[in-house]
Nanobody, 118 residues
Framework: QVRIVESGGGLVQPGGSLRLSCAAS????????MGWYRQAPGNERELVAR???????NYADSVKGRFTISRDNAKNTVYLQMLSLKPEDTAVYYCNADFRVGVGGNYWGQGTQVTVSL
């Protein structure tokens, strides 16, 4: 079982920035594809950004140019740097770990709240 813990959420004004962190207890963390998802009230959970084990990244169109996902395999941690935040970025942000080797596994954290408001 992999434990996922997100941190770094909070209240920020429009135009502000936050950096989310996701620590995973995975023994082979470097082999996991990692992703950040978000879910706003009344909406489905959506992909925000993803980084593969090889370092390839992809982003939702709504965050391209503002958000950056990165990983530090030595620290078993993935980050989401969020700039120029907008009220529509308000959501609970979840970290996902996807292991596609052998029997595989897919794990979620509890989420961290991001609120963008005056």
């Amino acid at each position: 079982q992999v434990r996922i813990v997100e941190s770094g959420g909070g209240l920020v004004q429009p135009g502000g920035s936050l950096r989310l962190s996701c620590a995973a207890s995975a023994r082979l963390f470097s082999l996991y594809d990692m992703g950040w998802y978000r879910q706003a009230p009344g909406n489905e959970r959506e992909l925000v950004a993803r980084i593969t084990s090889g370092g390839s990244t992809n982003y939702a169109d709504s965050v391209k140019g503002r958000f950056t996902i990165s990983r530090d395999n030595a620290k078993n941690t993935v980050y989401l740097q969020m700039l120029s935040l907008k009220p529509e970025d308000t959501a609970v942000y979840y970290c996902n770990a996807d292991f596609r080797v052998g029997v595989g596994g897919n794990y979620w954290g509890q989420g961290t709240q991001v609120t963008v408001s005056l």
